[in-house]
């Protein structure tokens, strides 16, 4: 478990131990610019990352395009899902084939640029932050309003300190793999995080419209995120507080190694230069 924390603690742009996950439903018309945005995204950073993308039950073309892509670009996985099992599903799909130490959460439908979103979230995830979210600016799909309250619910609530939970995000792996997804839903892991006391940070991040399709998400999922919010107040009152608790030390732990791990790297350095 120490082995495993240490290794998540060091700043992913350094481990580079990072799988890019996109969910797909009906996004033909975005496929192409998006895999050429993620190949220019690891031509700019100079190493390239795994991509998983997991197509949720298209009905369009995108089974086509994306069997032809996965043979362009070397780094993309497909997984496809038979039926739609919904953005939870595809997390629980996404957990159960990942194994690196962070997972980057894209969009296929490129409200989020990869090739500015990447880099900066790969960079504000320094040595004890657990997970870093994107944020929104000069969003403009109409959903403000609704987000809103539902961030600052959730910073009431459970000591979020961030304005935007619920969209691009690279966070740890293995705090993910002991939380019950099904009850948590994908909305409020963070929220879940941020309540166990583990630090959740933000960027700044540009929103850009939508580039080709209709969004998924409509008016219903406000009703649904309510019964989902009260059912998890009462899960997490009754049983989430203690999950994930028995790392906390061996955390800090891990933390304190990498420091003493860079002091010494710096020394090193020093000491060569100036022989």
């Not at 609704?146 to 995000?169: G, Q």
């Amino acid at each position: 478990m120490l082995n495993t924390i240490f290794s998540a603690n060091f700043p992913p742009s350094q481990s580079r131990s990072v799988t890019v996950v996109i969910p797909a439903l009906n996004e033909e018309g975005n496929l192409e610019k998006l895999l050429l945005y993620l190949a220019e995204t690891f031509q700019n950073l100079y190493f390239t990352l795994p991509v998983v993308l997991i197509d949720d039950g298209s009905t369009d073309g995108s089974p086509e395009i994306l069997a032809r892509l996965s043979k362009q670009y070397n780094f993309l996985k497909v997984i496809r899902h038979p039926q739609r099992r919904g953005v939870t599903g595809v997390w629980k799909t996404a957990l159960a084939h990942v194994t690196t130490d962070w997972i980057f959460w894209g969009q296929a439908d490129l409200e989020s640029d990869p090739r500015i979103d990447i880099p900066f979230l790969l960079a504000a995830c320094v040595p004890g932050v657990d997970a870093v979210a994107g944020w929104r600016q000069k969003r403009g799909d109409g959903k403000n309003l609704a987000s809103s309250v539902a961030n600052f619910t959730c910073r009431l609530v459970f000591d979020l300190t961030i304005h935007d939970m619920n969209w691009i995000k690279l966070v740890r792996r293995d705090l993910l793999l002991s939380l019950p997804i099904e009850k948590i839903t994908h909305r409020y892991l963070l929220a879940i995080l941020a309540a166990q006391g583990y630090r959740i940070t933000e960027v700044p991040t540009p929103w850009h419209p939508r580039y080709s399709g209709q969004s998924k998400f409509g008016k219903g999922r406000l009703v649904s995120s309510s019964i989902d919010f009260c059912k998890l107040c009462w899960w997490f009152q009754t049983e989430g507080r203690r999950i994930n608790q028995g790392d906390k030390e061996q955390k800090n732990v891990a933390i304190s190694y990498i420091d003493i791990y860079q002091q010494k790297s710096v020394f090193l350095v020093d000491l060569i230069s100036h022989r």
